[in-house]
């Protein structure tokens, strides 16, 4: 059973930058490909990134590509989702997941999720 902590969400003006974090424990953290997803309000929860279990490849949602990096660090258990050049439109609670199927958008290859952090990107 992994367990995953998201951190680092917040308030910022459009423009802005945030980094969020996700820890894991309980399991081989090194062994699962990580994901960030997201959900506004009144919308369906989406993909933003994913990062394979080396962190070797990664794949973003193209509403992100070019302002957010995703990173992690096996030896520290954590993945990072730096964003950059934010906008009002990445208002949302993001979400950390982790799962084995290699190269996945789709949240419903993911095993194990994180209980979300806020996102506010004011104009």
């Known amino acids: 059973q992994v367990q995953l902590v998201e951190s680092g969400g917040g308030l910022v003006q459009a423009g802005g930058s945030l980094r969020l974090s996700c820890a894991a424990s309980g399991g081989t953290f090194s062994t699962y490909r990580m994901g960030w997803f997201r959900q506004a309000p009144g919308k369906e929860r989406e993909f933003v990134a994913t990062?394979?279990?080396?962190?070797?490849?990664?794949v973003y949602a193209d509403s992100v590509k070019g302002r957010f990096t995703l990173s992690r660090d096996n030896a520290e258990n954590t993945v990072y989702l730096q964003m950059n050049s934010l906008k009002p439109e990445d208002t949302a609670v993001y979400y950390c997941a982790a799962g084995r199927t290699p190269g996945s958008i789709w949240s419903g290859h993911y095993d194990y999720w994180g209980q979300g952090t806020q996102v506010t990107v004011s104009s």
């Open positions: 990062i394979s279990w080396s962190g070797g490849t990664t």
